[in-house]
């Protein structure tokens, strides 16, 4: 029997914890990783027993980027074939929240990983960077955008150019990295913010970050209006009303995701 690439495991306190699981080579990341990976964040996302979502990495780090040992065969018609950029897209359409729990290193394919989720923590010391440039290629999976967006065309000219990665804590200062702890404490930390989440409202929580995420793709007007209709729309929903009668009355609320 093939050892999955992606293990996963749901708690009772509704975290999904997926494990990408290739410790031997440092959890490369190959077309049946992605395609296992979409395959379950798929089946997370109709899943109502799923709040929130933990992204880690067994063995001494999280990912060390794509598997070249795939790739190296691959000429230009066969990359523009190629199943990634469609793999790629079924992550990033996952519409609850997605927590990275780094260790030890996220590297190319890694960090394009990374930075597809929401939330990440990071163990002391961790390594941060893009080091295509060192292999006579370029980040290829959001690499370039996604970290110009979020720490600045500098620092990302920088990291994409030199191949030079960043430590976690340098992440931290940039708001690359959500939180810093110590790497034996990384994913208890990283259970503790999806677990804060998922007692949340699960749909005020999905059109929440939906809202957070349309500020890199659209206008401030724009993303002013779609903030508005969600907001509009959750006062349709059993949640909020749950959410404000709680407040009113002193006790904890119970959401349904209705």
Same mark, same amino acid.
């Given at each position: 029997?093939?050892?999955?690439?992606?293990? !996963?495991?749901?708690?009772?306190?509704?975290?999904?914890?997926l494990s990408l699981n290739r410790p031997e080579r440092r959890n490369a990341l190959r077309n049946? !990783?992605?395609?296992?990976?979409?395959?379950?964040?798929?089946?997370?996302? *109709?899943d109502e027993r799923v709040r929130a979502v933990v992204l880690r990495g067994e063995g001494r780090g999280f990912a060390a980027g794509a598997?070249?040992?795939?790739? =190296?065969?691959?000429?230009?018609?066969?990359?523009?074939?190629?199943?990634?950029?469609?793999l790629w897209a079924r992550i990033e359409a996952f519409p609850k929240p997605l927590i990275a729990a780094v260790n030890g290193f996220a590297l190319g394919a890694g960090l394009e990983?990374?930075?597809h989720c929401d939330l990440v923590v990071a163990g002391e010391g961790a390594l941060l960077g893009l080091p295509e440039i060192s292999l006579g290629i370029m980040p290829g999976a959001g690499g370039t955008q996604r970290l110009t967006r979020q720490l600045g065309q500098q620092t990302a000219?920088?990291?994409?150019?030199?191949? &030079? /990665?960043?430590?976690? &804590?340098?992440?931290h200062e940039l708001?690359?990295? !959500?939180?810093?702890? /110590? /790497?034996?404490?990384?994913? &208890?930390?990283?259970?503790?913010?999806?677990? =804060?989440?998922?007692?949340q409202a699960p749909l005020a929580v999905r059109a929440a970050k939906?809202?957070? =995420?349309?500020?890199?793709?659209? !206008?401030? *007007?724009?993303g002013l209006r779609q903030e508005r209709q969600a907001f509009v729309w959750l006062a349709a929903t059993q949640d909020r009303n749950e959410g404000i009668?709680?407040?009113? &009355?002193k006790r904890a609320p119970h959401y349904r995701g209705k």
């Amino acid at each position: 029997m093939t050892e999955r690439d992606i293990l !996963s495991q749901l708690g009772d306190d509704g975290v999904l914890t997926l494990s990408l699981n290739r410790p031997e080579r440092r959890n490369a990341l190959r077309n049946q !990783s992605l395609r296992e990976l979409g395959d379950v964040l798929a089946g997370a996302a *109709s899943d109502e027993r799923v709040r929130a979502v933990v992204l880690r990495g067994e063995g001494r780090g999280f990912a060390a980027g794509a598997d070249l040992e795939e790739m =190296r065969h691959l000429d230009a018609v066969a990359l523009q074939q190629d199943e990634r950029p469609a793999l790629w897209a079924r992550i990033e359409a996952f519409p609850k929240p997605l927590i990275a729990a780094v260790n030890g290193f996220a590297l190319g394919a890694g960090l394009e990983l990374v930075l597809h989720c929401d939330l990440v923590v990071a163990g002391e010391g961790a390594l941060l960077g893009l080091p295509e440039i060192s292999l006579g290629i370029m980040p290829g999976a959001g690499g370039t955008q996604r970290l110009t967006r979020q720490l600045g065309q500098q620092t990302a000219m920088r990291m994409v150019l030199t191949g &030079e /990665p960043i430590s976690a &804590e340098r992440g931290h200062e940039l708001g690359l990295v !959500s939180r810093i702890c /110590p /790497p034996a404490l990384t994913d &208890e930390y990283a259970h503790q913010l999806a677990r =804060r989440i998922a007692a949340q409202a699960p749909l005020a929580v999905r059109a929440a970050k939906a809202a957070v =995420r349309a500020c890199q793709e659209t !206008s401030l *007007s724009q993303g002013l209006r779609q903030e508005r209709q969600a907001f509009v729309w959750l006062a349709a929903t059993q949640d909020r009303n749950e959410g404000i009668n709680a407040f009113l &009355e002193k006790r904890a609320p119970h959401y349904r995701g209705k």
